[in-house]
């Protein structure tokens, strides 16, 4: 289970959300243009249509540009030139810009009007309201490109760094320990500006650096794997345990020694005759380098990895008393359609209560349960009371997070299937969202999860897009519907030129795959109208809504 972090800034919006309109009524709409006064007159359904009558000084033929939406202007004019020039009529489809800021797309047919000495004096319009018919040619699209983008089969070697990704890596983990006793270095690599963590690209382009600075320095019999977001695993195979410490303390000080790099270290021994895996091996590894990191030390070493079943009873012991004693609770973030200015679907997030300080995030229980394998329980718990509620409300969709160890494990499936049937729950309502930085313990699994819900009826979305380095890659692994770009991104939009061009290819990425978007951390109607102009789907944030404890069948939907 994967919570997104409250990083928004909030203030109060300037104005109100743009009311959602009912769809014009099925009448003559209908606009003609004549040379004699330069003058566009229309009819009051298509007034109706647009959510506005027009001022006086628009009734001009510049009043187009305004009303017709940019990326079908050129089109709009071509179908004008091409009656006016061939006197027939001509026939155009077109989106139509609403007062509200939403669209619609409509059919126009163009009759070119003559004057008796045969010589063309004017255009007139008949328009038809055809989103419904556009809404599902699109979607037909959409999932068009979603077949042909995402590839058959997984691709093996990590694509930020080219090494072993996680799951290669703790193959050869378990093969060296059906072989020989060794050692396993796990490395937190990241870069430092100023006294603060970069940004994620940076520690991208670091990581890489990182990854050919340390094929320099080991031995051709070991290997090298990235395990995590920032984090790089040497393998070092019947390797003794005092030639194993002095190697790594070598490797971590030659990390250390370069400028604007901070590097953290945990070693763990293991041994054939060991109960402890190699999911195992990696845990206790990932937790050595974080207590280098609490006590600033470079490197921690674990010279008896801690037996599997102590390690995972007592902390599945916690998560099912939590969960027996209501300290999870759930929240829930309205989610607006920007086509329709509505209320849609909401994200839901899970909240810890704490005695003293009430709902808190619940990041660093979930931190430690996935990683103990210990989180698929809170994931089943929260999928149970969403198909509740989409019971209750089945006009909504819901967004539900999911562990990257869950979506591995083959149980899940299983456990999605049966509760669609007991709630007798509309599938459509469900999107499933994995972060992007999660852990993913069996990507075969979770690529075969993703295939079933969607052969089931439900979506899959992608969390925090942009944030990790396996972004586009899992474009491709997985079937994704929607990307959520990540609040990053999008909190100085407005002011920041380069998350301008980012979120812009984004989406133009997601659109080639046949995938939608949602910015998140939307705060203010200049962000909002920006996101519209970059083609955004959807959006969601304080402007939109906060989030709040979830009420059953109470969910906003306006």
């Given amino acids: 289970m994967t919570v997104p972090e409250e990083r928004e800034r909030w203030s109060p919006p300037t104005a109100p959300l743009p009311e959602p309109r009912p769809p014009a009524e099925d009448r003559a709409a209908w606009f003609s243009y004549t040379t004699a006064n330069d003058q566009i007159v229309w009819s009051t359904a298509l007034s109706a249509m647009l959510g506005r009558i027009p001022a006086q000084g628009e009734v001009t033929r510049h009043t187009l540009a305004r009303y017709v939406h940019r990326d079908d202007l050129a089109a709009a004019l071509g179908a004008i030139t091409e009656a006016w020039t061939s006197r027939a009529t001509v026939r155009a489809t077109v989106r139509l810009m609403r007062h509200d800021g939403g669209w619609f797309d409509v059919d126009c047919r163009l009759e070119p009007m003559m004057s008796p000495d045969g010589t063309v004096r004017g255009i007139r319009g008949t ?177 008896h990895p801690v037996p599997a079943r102590d390690r995972q009873g007592s902390y599945r012991n916690r998560v099912a008393d939590a969960l027996g004693t209501d300290r999870f609770t759930l929240y829930s973030q309205p989610i607006l359609e920007l086509q329709t200015n509505r209320v849609t679907r909401h994200e839901l997030l899970l909240r810890v209560l704490d005695e003293a300080d009430g709902p808190q995030s619940p990041i660093h229980v979930l931190d430690t349960a996935e990683r103990l394998d210990a989180v698929f329980d809170i994931d089943l718990w929260v999928v149970e009371r969403a198909m509740k509620l989409a019971a209750e409300q089945p006009g909504m969709g819901l967004q539900i997070n999911l562990s990257g160890r869950s979506v591995g494990d083959p149980r899940l499936t299983a456990e999605v299937e049966r509760l669609l049937s007991q709630y007798a729950v509309n599938p459509e309502q469900l999107t499933f969202e994995i972060t992007e930085t999660a852990l993913i313990g069996n990507l075969s699994e979770a690529r075969r999860f993703a295939d079933r819900i969607r052969d089931l009826g439900c979506s899959l979305a992608l969390d925090d897009f942009g944030s990790g380095y396996a972004s586009f890659r899992y474009l491709r692994l997985f079937p994704i519907d929607l990307v959520k770009i990540d609040g990053e991104y999008v909190v100085d939009l407005v002011d920041n030129p380069q998350d301008q061009v980012l979120v812009r290819a984004l989406v133009q990425v997601c659109q080639a795959y046949g995938i939608h978007t949602v910015a998140e951390f939307v705060q203010d109607e200049a962000t909002l109208r920006m996101l519209r102009e970059l083609g955004v789907d959807y959006v969601q944030g304080y402007l939109i809504g906060r989030p709040s404890p979830v009420v059953p069948g109470r969910l906003r939907a306006d």
Avoid: M
């Fill in 127 to 303: 328009v038809r309201d055809v989103t419904d018919r556009e809404r599902a040619r699109r979607e037909d699209d959409r999932l068009t490109r979603r077949g042909e983008t995402v590839q058959s089969s997984l691709v093996e070697p990590d694509p930020g760094t080219g090494l072993l990704t996680r799951a290669r890596f703790a193959d050869e983990i378990d093969r060296a320990l059906r072989r020989s006793a060794g050692a396993l270095l796990v490395l937190r690599v990241q870069a430092e500006e100023a006294g603060e963590t970069a940004r994620p690209e940076r520690n991208a382009e670091l990581l890489h650096r990182t990854a050919r600075h340390l094929e320099d320095l080991i031995g051709p019999e070991q290997l090298l794997g990235r395990v995590g977001t920032n984090e790089l695993a040497v393998l070092l195979a019947a390797s003794s345990w005092p030639a194993a410490r002095k190697q790594a303390n070598t490797l971590v000080e030659a990390l250390r020694g370069k400028p604007g790099t901070l590097v953290w270290g945990g070693l763990v021994r293991f041994r054939t005759d060991a109960e402890a895996g190699s999911h195992d091996l990696l845990i206790d590894a990932e937790q050595a380098w974080r207590q280098s990191r609490e006590v600033d030390c470079p490197i921690t070493l674990v010279a």
